[in-house]
């Protein structure tokens, strides 16, 4: 494994808001694509190949609409492909690049892409039909209420709340506050969050992502590439995937493997980026998690997959203080996270370029003091396709 | 490329075409080929480092389609990855993931099961950007009906079995629900002698999207594949055969001359676009385990041995293109 | 060729379309089997050989050990909730709330099945939860004319329970 090193040259990210009606769904692809090309200093002319993250096709209304952004990607003339897991999907890219560029075939490749989840008037009945055919998509089962369903259930098991929940929120929209490009920036009090509309008991409003428009990209590179050029990207020292059943109900009881109320698969995923990098007390060697929790329970117990806490002892973690600015020891989603951000196609590229910037030392006002190591991660389907990836800025052994 | 780089074989490949399959669903299909391909590669899934699906959501009627097609591919408990642009990408990716070190083994599932969807040219309309070509209907027909016409030299067909001037019905390809699967694996994973085929190398590039501003008689992405094959010793100059899926039978000549194929060199054995039915999504990975499985060795094969590329032309008329070259022997 | 001054865009446009995609998707023998029981208010599961679960809603094939499942099993109508919410928002092209669904393992089953949990009043959140808590017992209520589909069923709370 890692015949070549990877490094992350560049990143990119738009701002993430409610909608943009300045640009088609294309241009803002293209955005994500130029900001990632910025930062990496170079231009498309030295891009080797291009992979593309794109989510339900429904989303954005067409097709197999990877190949409508071709011309804006610059890939005209290039090796280009896409990928499609879901929520994870960006990061399942991230990790289909570096699988390029680890192959020895590549030495620059572009990952870049949009989401606006706005055009889709019903993008929760849309995401209904991701359920099973016969059984399943009679009942309406969306993404909020298959991750209520894992809220109750870990609340129950580890005799967590709301409040718990509510100071995950309290948590990230106090950092995202300090990050320009977040869409959630207003902070907002454990009070305000338990007094915001339930919208799937135990979800509320305050404790739900929201449905984000914006761009994203990032640029990968070969060792040798960077070492030529004279580079210093950030490295990806571990990636980690994993699936889970798809039948929900198949995670509960005492036959199941794994339990809804937790990130079990994840919590393997995360352990073979760990194996991978070297990383044997994550808790202690890494100083950033950027993490896909796109309600506020999900990074709950992601925390604890991650092995940043035991099992169920993440809300007591929170309520001490812990993983936020500020803090001693690793930061949680310091750029407010899925939870104040959502672009779902780029929602895993957004993880990556956060956990870049931190070990850059480029993060500005959401900057983890002296950070040097970070994990990312990302989720997809119905809490059943798991990324995650370790990042640092060199190559030495992270202790 | 790297000497440490791992020779990658071919060890198993499986299709289930049906006409119209009413009595499975489709991921029961999914499971079954998966299985019988594992059975045929002599491997257990625990065994397996990865999966790699290819499905298009639009003409299954699945939102996500990894998500229901992951656990009947084999997936639980392992890297899955969904490959959405074709099902030739999701080969290429699986070959990518052994080149890269993960692991030893991959396992490669593309479907498309069109009969699910009522009305499945409707679903390819999607395809078309909502502002100027939704409005004028296209689709993949079209697309290429309009690329065979700047190929016209003789007048074109004027019978009435015309499906969109000039293509005929003979012409286009033939569709049907099908699932393809193959199993990859890298050198000294396996007892050798037991691999199908091994690949030799894979190219795949593509053009823009808006037709307008391509000059759709060049193939430009193909010869942008054929490129990256040829650079690495691996072009069509040595190639015994071809199977090569297209949106058209013009096009499919056309690739050969884009390819310029060496004299004798045989194309589409496996049958025409018409009689050789195939989902769009997947008619390129459908030609490359066709590639890949004539190479296979032979008892009292007493000629050079076999090298077969598998071509996939995906999008309107050709937009993508990707190349996979199988030899019966390790590339040298 | 001239250049001219950028055209005045009067503000953005937007194009509303509806992708009116229709399915006829196969079930299969043994999900038809499933919904066929259901007309007959059974509720039928199949084993795995090889882990020896019986999954409910029936499958053709375990996901974990890959292997075709055997054996059809007829579960209980009774069973314990395992988890479940109360939707009180309204999404486009799903039912008007308040609903409240849940998934139940059925007593003889390995999995649990989800469905509706019909028969409560809803309008009181706190109330409601607490009748619904993990591991409460319900029973499934079948339509009065079942047709064989996944709405035929839903689960309730035992009558005077």
Redo the contacts between chains.
Sequence with gaps: ????HVGVLGVGQSEYVTRRTDV?FPELVREGALLALADAGITMDEVDAVV?P?????LI????G??????ALG????????????GATGM?AI??A????????FDVVLVAGADRVSESGSAQS??N??????YERPVPLNTITMLALSAMRYNHLYGADETDMARVTVKNRRHASLNPKAHLRTPVTVEEVLASRVLAWPIKLGDACPSSTGAAGAVLVSERYARAHGLHPAWIRGI????????MGDRVGPRSVSDHADAD?LA?AFQ?AYTRAGVTDPGRQLDVAEIYAPFSSVELHVIEAAGLAAKGEAPRRIAEGHFALGANGIVVNPSGGVLCSNPIAVTGVARLAEATLQVQGRAGAHQVADARTAVASAI???H??YSALVLSDDLEEIA | ??P??PHVAVLAVHTDVVER????????MI?QA??AVLERAGLD?CALD??VLSG???VD????????S???A????????????SGE?AL??GY??L????GRTVLVVGWG?P?????PD???L??????VL?AVGMNDTLAAALQASTWITDGGPSGDDVVSWPLTRDDLPARCDGVYAAVLAVEGSFEPGRELAWVHDA????????MG?RDLRVQ?ALA?ARE?VTATGCGPAGWTSVEIAGPSEPAVVAATATLGLADGAAVNASGSLASAPAPAHVAGLARMLAAAGSVARREADTGPPAVAAGIGL???AG??ATVMVFGEERKA | MTTIPAPAAGGPQF?E?T?????????????SAFLGALAERRILGRRCPACGRVLVPAR??C??D??DTTDWVEVARTGAIEMFTIVYEPFRNLPAPPYALAYVTLDGADTALVGYVRGLDLSDKDAAVAALAIGTRVEVGFADEPQGTAADYWFELPAGG
């Design positions: 494994m890692n015949r070549q088609t593309f794109l989510a339900p096709d429904a209304g067409v097709g197999n990877e190949r409508w952004c071709v011309e890939a005209s003339g290039k090796p280009f492909m896409r990928v499609n897991n879901g399942s990790i289909a570096w699988t390029h560029v680890a192959s020895g075939m849309v995401l039909k991701m359920w099973d055919v016969g980690g995937q994993n699936t889970e059943t798809f039948w698969a393997v073979r997809g389907g119905d059943q396709f | 490329m790297d440490d780089t399959e009413e009595h499975r669903s489709l991921e029961e499971f998966s299985r899934r990865g999966v298009n959501d639009q009627g699945r939102v996500i389609s990894c998500m229901p992951a656990g009947p084999g997936g639980v408990g392992l890297d899955v990855t969904m490959i959405a642009s990408h290429v990716y990518l993931r080149l890269s070190g993960q099961k009969s699910e969807s009522v009305h409707f679903a390819e999607v395809s078309a950007e909502p502002y939704r190219g795949w590039s593509t053009d823009r999207y808006e501003a430009t942008g990256q995906n999008g309107f937009q993508g | 194009y379309q992708w009116d995609l229709s399915y006829r998707h196969a079930l299969g023998e043994t999900t053709s094939f996901d974990r890959h292997v």
